[in-house]
């Protein structure tokens, strides 16, 4: 399976972006999805996870109320919608599979190359 980012970009503190993930191959109803990020000289951090099948969702606290992880039925993309962003979410956006309900890096296989999100006050 290989994963692909997208959607990063330049935002104004306060406003919003949306992050694609699309997935090549085949990916079973309980895989799960998941976004971390990487801010400069700090360890990548789970921010939010779904199951392929869309059955749940779970958020880090620091994006629990502004962050929505998503996927319409009809669609292949995972998405991360940010809504009142701020400058601590500025990095760089990975998305991954894993087979595993879980917010550690290492339980995730395979990962997108990374899309950067910058936040300017």
């Known amino acids: 399976v290989q994963l692909q980012a997208s959607g990063g970009g330049l935002v104004q503190a306060g406003g919003s972006l949306k992050l694609s993930c699309a997935a090549s191959?085949?990916?079973?109803?309980?895989?799960?999805i998941a976004w971390f990020r990487q801010a400069p000289g700090k360890e990548r951090e789970f921010v939010a996870l779904?199951?392929?099948?869309?059955?749940?969702?779970y958020y880090a606290g620091s994006v629990q109320g502004r962050f929505t992880i998503s996927r319409d039925k009809a669609e292949n993309p995972v998405y991360l919608q940010m809504n009142t962003v701020n400058s601590e979410d500025t990095a760089v956006y990975y998305c991954?599979?894993?087979?595993?309900?879980?917010?550690?890096?290492?339980?995730?296989?395979?990962w997108g190359q990374g899309t950067l999100v910058t936040v300017s006050s």
């Open positions: 779904t199951r392929w099948s869309r059955e749940s969702t």
């Open positions: 191959g085949r990916l079973y109803s309980n895989a799960v």
């Open positions: 991954a599979r894993g087979s595993r309900w879980s917010t550690q890096p290492n339980e995730y296989n395979d």
